[in-house]
């Protein structure tokens, strides 16, 4: 399990070179990554969501956009349009924004319920259709969605069924005091996601998106996740247990956290 191993170093590496002090967050977006998930970004203003998204996009050579989310949004701000072309006598298709590879959508629960739709369909589908014609995503493709937990005037909160699209929920936090200073003294002068280049080219993360298909798990691993997942439905303080899509991801992210630990099978501690 050399390749994967060694893109998740690479990538980690440059990103950490920006996301000072938080190893655990930035390993989970990339094990999303690998395992061609999505990530929810649950956290207060100013704690480096957008960073974050860049960097891994600058560090694979990706093709990054940010959206803002805003009430007034339209589906078609968001998939893009078609537009009557007076020269050729035809429609052409004007892209949106989550035609890019690396999609950072900021305060999503601002958008209302259509909108968030229109992006969960490209997020699950993996395509985009506008006036009946289907227009695949490019590959490889992580949505990165942020909600600030702290205000909620004039939200739409996403519903549990939409939140399940997900394959994570995570939190970046405050950082240290000491990793507070390191971050001033590195944007003295330049922001550090200038500096980082490419590690890895998408073919190459590609390939490592399919070697983590290959992570032997037994079948005694799969019974433990199904149990796993089995107790959020009986608890009673669980309103709502993980659906199969819930063991469907914790069985995802184990392969590929024992890929980039260089295993090539799964433990229970994945």
């Given at each position: ?88 006598r035809e429609f052409e298709f ?33 395509q985009v259709t506008v006036d ?44 240290d005091p000491e990793d507070e ?90």
């Open positions: 399990m050399q390749k994967p191993q060694q893109v998740a170093e690479k990538v980690i590496a440059s990103v950490e070179k920006v996301i000072v002090g938080k190893h655990d967050e930035v390993q989970l977006t990339l094990l999303a990554l690998l395992c061609q998930g999505h990530l929810l970004i649950e956290d207060v203003p100013g704690v480096g969501k957008t960073m974050l998204a860049k960097s891994i996009a600058r560090s694979i050579g990706c093709t990054f956009r940010r959206i803002q989310f805003t009430p007034d949004m339209l589906p078609s701000d968001v998939t893009g349009v078609s537009v009557f072309n007076q020269k050729t004007r892209p949106g924004p989550v035609m890019a590879q690396i999609v950072l959508t900021d305060e999503i629960n601002r958008a209302t319920p259509k909108t968030q739709s229109a992006l969960l369909e490209c997020m699950e589908g993996r009946g014609t289907t227009y695949p995503m490019a590959r490889p493709f992580l949505v990165l969605a942020t909600q600030n937990p702290i205000e909620y005037e004039g939200t739409f909160p996403l519903p549990e069924a939409q939140l399940d699209r997900f394959m994570m929920r995570i939190s970046l936090g405050y950082p200073i390191t971050m001033m003294d590195s944007q003295q002068y330049v922001h550090p996601v200038e500096k980082i280049g490419q590690v890895v080219d998408a073919e190459e993360l590609l390939e490592a998106q399919e070697a983590v298909k290959d992570i032997y798990i037994d079948d005694s691993i799969k019974e433990y996740i199904v149990a796993v997942v089995g107790e959020t439905r009986k608890h009673p303080d669980v309103y709502l247990g993980a659906s199969p899509r819930g063991s469907l991801a914790l069985y995802k992210t184990s392969q590929a956290r024992a890929a980039i630990l260089g295993r090539d099978y799964v433990i229970p501690d994945d």
